[in-house]
């Protein structure tokens, strides 16, 4: 099957730094967020927001990995952070793609057991085919695809990141 690019690195570079803007925005009034990103991509995506953030704000940024079982996501959701380490702030729940939105609206449900002082989401690349009543608060490109078709987003190692669709 061929592959049809989406994002280059240089325009992933620059959707990450728009969001952290948009990000920044959203939470100039908090001294402390939470950036959540479902693994793996999710994470990475995450980290590089943070990163972003960290340059551009003196917010005060923590990470968390959320462990979703994509293949069954009723199962319990694990995090890296106790649920003490994200109450009564703002956070963000970031992943790499957002298809039917089953991962994106498990893991919200997770964090509803915490108060939070806000919560959004965050994609880079929202596919606009969605099963659940789940959107993106922040997103670097909405597609309009074939239920057929597959996105698939590349973090690689030497840094030369892109997105695909197949």
């Not at 950036?35 to 995450?46: P, R």
């Not at 979703?68 to 003490?84: D, G, H, R």
Request: include cysteine; charge should be negative; proline fraction near 2%.
């Amino acid at each position: 099957m061929s592959q049809n690019s989406i994002l280059s690195h240089q325009e992933i570079e620059h959707k990450i730094k728009r969001i952290a803007y948009q990000i920044y925005e959203t939470f100039v009034d908090d001294e402390e967020i939470v950036i959540a990103g479902i693994a793996n991509n999710g994470f990475i995506f995450a980290q590089k927001l943070a990163a972003a953030l960290t340059e551009i704000s003196k917010l005060k940024i923590g990470l968390c990995e959320v462990i979703v079982n994509k293949n069954n996501p009723e199962l319990a959701i694990q995090t890296s952070l106790s649920k003490e380490d994200y109450a009564n702030k703002g956070l963000i729940l970031v992943d790499d793609v957002l298809n039917s939105g089953t991962t994106l609206i498990y893991a919200v449900r997770h964090f509803l057991d915490v108060p939070l002082t806000k919560f959004k989401t965050a994609v880079l690349v929202d596919r606009n085919h969605k099963k659940y009543p789940v959107k993106a608060d922040f997103k670097g490109i909405s597609l309009s695809t074939s239920l057929l078709e597959h996105v698939n987003v590349v973090f690689d190692e030497n840094g030369q990141n892109s997105a695909y669709l197949s």
